[in-house]
């Protein structure tokens, strides 16, 4: 697609001005710029509800991931949109449940996204697995809090929150691995994908 538009382009070009290698040069930049702006957000989007319909160990989801990568390399406003909307529209498919423990997870997401924008302004790979591991815990804490506070499940003491805490732990193994899993997955996979490309360009401009 991005070809074809580049094509159309050259055609506002006389012929005898036409360089094959500006153009290459363009269509690279073009593509750079995709990947940054838009792909991502597509594919986020695809990940993270096709995710909640496959078979998967209990919280052992993208979700979180999604937010903490959004927060990394997206526009501001797409670290909160994203997730937000993996899980509204899985939600719509999957079925909607008490909203102030919905509420909650949602919220968790929030945070997420907020922890991937501050390690932004210092990426590296200790910041981003200090930022997964705290988004994890924030997100253990602020939703299992929730099912004590608004669920029947335990008694509403101290000792009934503290055994919402700790019945839930294995469910904290699984979203923290899933977090570090995936957020791993999508940051490898898209600095890969930038660095080839912008390798191809360099090559390109040397190549003139």
Request: aromatic letters at 16%; charged letters at 10%; glycine letters at 8%.
């Amino acid at each position: 697609m991005i070809n074809i538009f580049v094509r159309e382009i050259a055609k506002f070009i006389p012929s005898e001005e036409r360089d094959p290698r500006f153009l290459q040069s363009l269509a690279m930049t073009i593509t750079i710029n995709f990947m940054k702006k838009f792909l991502p957000a597509f594919i986020l989007i695809v990940l993270g509800i096709a995710a909640r319909f496959l078979p998967h160990p209990a919280n052992f989801a993208p979700i979180g991931a999604i937010a903490i990568f959004s927060g990394l390399y997206l526009p501001k406003k797409w670290a909160v949109v994203l997730p937000l909307a993996a899980m509204f529209f899985s939600d719509m498919f999957i079925g909607f449940y008490a909203w102030p423990i919905m509420l909650s997870v949602y919220t968790g997401f929030i945070i997420m996204g907020l922890i991937g924008l501050a390690v932004r302004k210092n990426k590296k790979l200790s910041t981003i697995l200090g930022g997964t591991i705290l988004g994890s815990v924030i997100f253990y804490l602020v939703t299992n809090g929730a099912v004590w506070a608004f669920g029947s499940l335990y008694p509403h003491t101290t000792a009934g929150l503290m055994q919402s805490y700790y019945m839930a732990i294995p469910f904290f193994r699984n979203s923290l691995l899933g977090d570090l899993f995936y957020t791993g997955a999508l940051v490898g996979a898209y600095e890969a994908s930038l660095a080839l490309l912008y390798r191809e360009k360099k090559a390109a401009v040397m190549a003139k």
